[in-house]
C-alpha cells in the first residue's frame, strides 16, 4: 500500500513538473556562417523592387533571418524593410518581420525576425522589399555563397540570378527541450503506480461465538 501512495505522489509531482517545462525558454541562434563569400550584389533596392530566394526547408524552426547589407557608404535615416515568408506550394504567407532603415550598418548583417515559426519540411519563399526609403539613400543586398544558400534561388523582380542571396537563418535550437523526458518519466511512474496491487488488512474479530 505504501509502495502504491509513494508512485501516486511521484506521479502527481512529475506531472506538474511536466507542465512547468513547457514555458522553459530555449535559445535563439543568429547563424554567422564565417565560410560565406560574397560575389557581387543586387543593385539598389528602391520601392517596387521585390528580392526572392526560394529554398527547401528541413524541419528547423525559426525566428527569422539575417541578410548582409550595403548602404554605399550612406547613415540611413528613414526607410523600413519588409520580409514575407510564403509556402511555397501554397503561396500561404506563414511569418512577416521588418527593419528600419536606421539600424542597418553598411556591410553588417542584420536580422530580420519574426515570430517563432517551424517550417516542417516546405519549399520556403522569403520575399524582401522596401517602403518610405530616401531615393537618394538605398541600400542593397549581398550576393555569395554560403553553406546555407547552396541549394537556393534567387530572383530580382522575377528575373533568375547567377548568384544566390546570402541569407541566414535565426535557428531555435530546441523547443522545450525537457518536456518529453519529463513525459516518459511521469507515463513511467503511472504504469508502476497502475500495476502495483491494493493489499487490503482485514480486521479479524477475537474469538468466534458458537452458537448452541
Known amino acids: 500500500m505504501k509502495l502504491k501512495i509513494t508512485f501516486g505522489i511521484l506521479t502527481i509531482i512529475l506531472f506538474i513538473m511536466c507542465i512547468m517545462s513547457t514555458g522553459i525558454k530555449n535559445t535563439v541562434i543568429d547563424v554567422d556562417d564565417s565560410d560565406y563569400t560574397s560575389s ?62 536606421n539600424t542597418i550598418e553598411d556591410g553588417e548583417l542584420a536580422s530580420i525576425k519574426t515570430e517563432r515559426i517551424n517550417l516542417d519540411n516546405r519549399n520556403i519563399r522569403v520575399i524582401l522589399y522596401c517602403e518610405d526609403f530616401d531615393p537618394d539613400k538605398l541600400v542593397t543586398l549581398w550576393l555569395g555563397e554560403s553553406s546555407e544558400n547552396e ?18 537563418s535565426r535557428k531555435v535550437k530546441k523547443e522545450a527541450p525537457y518536456t518529453w523526458d519529463m513525459i516518459l518519466l511521469t507515463s513511467i511512474c503511472f504504469v508502476i503506480f497502475c500495476s502495483v496491487p491494493v493489499v487490503k488488512k482485514e480486521k479479524q474479530l477475537g474469538g468466534n461465538n458458537e452458537l448452541d
Open 151 to 168: 541549394d537556393g534561388k534567387t530572383l530580382l523582380n522575377g528575373i533568375a540570378l547567377d548568384n544566390n542571396l546570402l541569407i541566414f
Open 40 to 101: 557581387g550584389n543586387v543593385g539598389q533596392i528602391a520601392e517596387g523592387t521585390a528580392v526572392e530566394y526560394s529554398y527547401k526547408a528541413s524541419g528547423e524552426t525559426i525566428e527569422g533571418y539575417g541578410f548582409l547589407f550595403a548602404t554605399y557608404g550612406e547613415e540611413l535615416t528613414e526607410g523600413t524593410i519588409h520580409m514575407d515568408v510564403y509556402d511555397g506550394d501554397t503561396t500561404e504567407v506563414i511569418a512577416s518581420g521588418q527593419i528600419q532603415a
